[in-house]
């Protein structure tokens, strides 16, 4: 087996200088002129297939790889996707390449997209070797409104003219020991949705509720019945969050307001609770509605899908990092994270694991600023390892699948 350890750190520098450029050059959402244009010119001279979405500013790389393929055997491929958006959040970390535009990388996507730049360089210089095929996905909009999903529909799944067999995704965290990788199978991290309700009366004098359809206590009403529906109509085995975080109605004591607002965030474990949720809050909300003469509107939308790690790509890539790390920097995760993560779309549709890594400048002392915050610190001294892990689980992939 190659070591692609060794080759990537003859890179290293390299991938902390690109790192740094798109720390200082953040964008948000799904346009991202520059860091596309960044990505792409880091990947010029290498034996890529590049091609540029069209719904979003996504690249999408493919290594076509020359090695010998058993007769007969199908031709594997292997999907690697980094992430590349920043965030609305003014950087206060005081490093001398911090982030003047408004924006920051505070989620550590420019460890993502240089990382991933990295596995790209590591696997070009092999595609003499490699029988199979590698995918580069450089996504943006995972902090919303979310890059996986149009780039699925523009078919970066079946790129190379296969489905892709196996997906691999790191990200890295600010607050975590550097250098450490963890995961689990299964559920590794929630999926969210948003629920937003117009409870609609008709307003009228606050001395004279009968002459009136009041939404006021409709919408308590419906507060807490979400709380008693989680208790009670979801399994305990399968936990379902619902925070009302916004809730609004009316101008002054005297006045029945017309309407009442709320919106909540919902976070799932599952699949099956995803669509639970999703069928059964409208109805409730409309129901508790209908019992008191007001009428609602509402939606519901399931943004990202709770993130699925297959369990047989889990145990592969908890055996390739312990060999490639030792024992001591591959963790198991007791419990799922119950943020979320776009490349669930991913996983959804082709078997895979997605993993985080330890990025934290320096011992980690109490309260280290956590992803998202103006003061998250990601030490660019990972990005070998994370190029590393990435390319070798692919190589590795593709030659057992070869074999098979
Ligand atoms: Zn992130």
Known sequence: MID???????????????????????????????TQARVLQALEGLPLEITTGSAVTSVVAVLRGRGDLPAGSPRPTVL??????????????????????????????????????????????????????????????????????????????????????????IHVFSSEEAGVFSLRPNTLMAGCGDLDVTV??????????????????????????????????????????????VLNAGTALNIIPDTAHLQASVRVLSKASGEQVSKDLPALVETIAAAHGCTVDVSFDMLYPATINDPDETAYVVK???????ADRVVIRPEPLMGSEDFSFVLDEVPGAYMFLGAHPGPVGENPPSNHSARAAFDDAVLADEATALAHLAYAKITTLANQ
């Open 80 to 169: 690697l996707r980094g992430d590349m958006d920043a965030l609305p959040v003014i950087e206060e970390t005081g490093l001398d390449f911090a982030s003047t535009n408004g924006f920051m990388h505070a989620c550590g996507h420019d460890l993502h997209t240089s990382g991933l730049v990295g596995a790209a360089r590591l696997l070009s210089a092999h595609v003499d070797e490699l029988p199979g095929d590698v995918i580069f996905m450089f996504q943006p909009g995972e902090e919303g409104p979310g890059g996986a999903a149009p780039m699925i529909a523009e078919g970066v799944l079946d790129v190379t003219g296969r489905r892709a067999d196996a997906a691999y995704g």
């Open 320 to 326: 390739e990092l312990t060999g490639l790390y030792g």
């Open 200 to 245: 609609r009366g008709r307003g009228g004098h606050g001395s004279q509720p009968s002459n009136s359809v009041d939404p006021v206590p409709v919408a308590a009403e419906i507060v807490l019945a979400l709380q008693t529906y989680v208790t009670r109509r979801v399994s305990v085995f399968d936990p379902v969050v619902v925070t009302v975080g």
């Open 4 to 34: 692609f350890g060794i080759e990537a750190a003859k890179i290293h520098q390299d991938l902390i200088d690109l790192r740094r450029e798109l720390h200082q050059i953040p964008e948000r959402g799904n346009e991202l002129p520059k």
